[in-house]
């Protein structure tokens, strides 16, 4: 099972970081975004997030801010995860005392 948490926590970590990197993106190059190559790979990258979100999001959130969601709800699920990590390693080591 810890495995399996700390696998996942990597993959919110990545698609986080993708989050991350396109939003810098979307600042720094402005409209022509779409062209630059980094900016579609982290987009590759973050489709499969944005998917979800859009899936358990209610149709008032606007596509527009369907990017924001999903960055936000990998944060809760990266949290959840860290703290499930906490909580296994630290009964792991009261239990080998």
Excluded: C
Aim: aromatic share 10%; proline share 2%.
């Amino acid at each position: 099972m810890y495995e399996i948490i700390v696998i996942l926590k990597a993959l919110a970590e990545i698609a986080g970081v993708a989050y991350l990197g396109q939003g810098v993106l979307w600042v720094i190059a402005g409209s022509k975004r779409e062209e630059n190559i980094v900016y579609r790979m982290f987009s590759i990258l973050t489709s499969p997030v944005r998917r979800f979100t859009r899936l358990i999001t209610p149709r008032i959130v606007i596509d527009a801010h369907i990017g924001l969601v999903a960055f936000f709800l990998l944060l809760v699920l990266w949290v959840v995860l860290t703290a499930t990590k906490i909580k296994m390693v630290l009964d792991a080591s009261a239990g080998t005392s």
